[in-house]
Structure formats: C-alpha cells, structure tokens
C-alpha cells in the first residue's frame, strides 16, 4: 500500500519520530494516523509518541490580551503533573500558544476536529473555483486535495507556522516540549474574542446627518 506523504510529515510532527520509522509505521497502519502513533509507542520509537498515551489532566489555563484589549484568548494547555504546570518553560509554552491564536486566529486545535461536512463544503468551493481557472478537470481533484492541505495549515492550530519561528508549525514546537520537560502536555481548547466580531458596525449617511442640520 502507498502511504501517503502528507500523513509521514503530519506523523513526524506529531511524534518526533523519524521519517522511515513513521513511513513503516504508516505502511503497517495502513495510512492510519492513530494507529501509526501506536505502533511507534510500541516500538518504542519518538518521544512525543512514547508519552502520547499518558494522562495530562494538570496544566493551565491561560489568558492573552493583545492590541490594547481588542483582541482576548484564552486557552488550556495540559501537562501530566502540577509540579511541570507550575515551571517558567510550561507557563512560556502556554503564552507562545495564546499568542499564536490570537495572532493567527485559528478555527481549531486540530484538522480531526474539522466537521466533515465543512470539509466537503471548502472541497466543492475549491473545486468549481479550479474549475472556472480552466483546469482541466482530470486535474482538478489532486488540485483540491493540495488546497485542502493550505485549508488545514490556515485555520487548524497543530498545523500553523509558529509566528515566532515561521520555521516550525506548532506541533513541532509541542514536541519539542514533550521531548525537554518530559510529560505528555496537551492544547485541549481555547477561545478568542476580538471586539466587535459579529456586531454590524454602525455606518453614517452623510448626506442625511447634513440634511438634518440644514432642517434645523
């Protein structure tokens, strides 16, 4: 079975294990992701996958404000003990999250949080968008599957580019830190505001604000 070059790199992040050990891991998991993870904590193959099992139930839940209170996040990072929860680099790894949402605005935490029927919706968008490009349609179906990609790494958090290091997304920076302090830590949720989202901004009638002076 071909496995897929996308679940190799999206598995490489996840875990921190090797390409060929998550290619060979992929092929016996039949491109399954989950599965993949468990067949390298098995092996005992990549830090992050080795802890990925264990239970982080501590951590923070942390706030950022940003742009003279226009923006508010706030998030929930787990780790597996209130010891780590409580150290200077946890509490830095929480902030750089909080500022990356706020920064970034993603939708979620993840792509397996993408409702499938939002999926189904970008993929119908894209396709017609390839299609009125003059694309050729026997094309057009790899072409939405590479936009679908850019799709997952705009609004999915795991797979942004890091604002502080665009050279790493933030799976990557979270096995980083599952590698040096040593835990499981988990992003579970967060939530951002940004002031006036939503709202129907009020627009002036200039012609009707001077006419009514002028009746005055």
């Known amino acids: ?26 092929e016996e998991a039949n491109n399954d992701i989950n599965k993949a993870i468990e067949i390298l904590r098995e092996k005992g193959l ?7 099992g264990r239970i982080a139930t501590e951590g923070v839940v942390q706030s950022y404000i940003h742009a003279g209170g226009r923006i508010g ?26 500022m990356q949402i706020a920064a970034a605005n993603p939708r979620y935490v993840s792509r397996e949080e993408v ?5 189904e919706k970008e993929k119908e968008i ?5 299609l009125n490009e ?19 790494e705009e609004f999915c958090l795991m797979e942004q580019s890091f604002v502080k290091d665009p050279d790493k997304t933030i799976a990557q920076l979270l096995n980083e830190k599952i590698s040096t302090i040593g835990e499981n830590i988990s992003i579970r949720r967060f939530a951002r505001y940004e002031l006036g989202e939503g709202l129907e901004k009020k627009v002036d009638n200039f012609v009707e ?7 005055q």
């Open 46 to 52: 990549g830090a992050a996958a080795n802890k990925a």
């Open 73 to 98: 996040v706030l998030v929930e990072v787990n780790c597996e003990t209130d010891f780590v929860a409580l150290t200077d680099q946890f509490k830095e790894f929480a902030r750089d999250i909080a």
């Open 1 to 26: 079975m071909a496995v897929d070059a996308k679940a190799v790199k999206e598995l490489r992040e996840r875990t921190g294990a090797g390409m060929l050990d998550c290619k060979k891991a992929l």
């Open 134 to 152: 003059g694309k050729p349609e026997k094309i057009v179906e790899k072409m939405v599957e590479g936009r679908i990609g850019k799709y997952y």
């Open 209 to 215: 604000e001077v006419m009514s002076q002028v009746k």
């Open 115 to 119: 409702p499938q029927e939002d999926i």
């Open 126 to 130: 894209l396709k017609a968008q390839a």
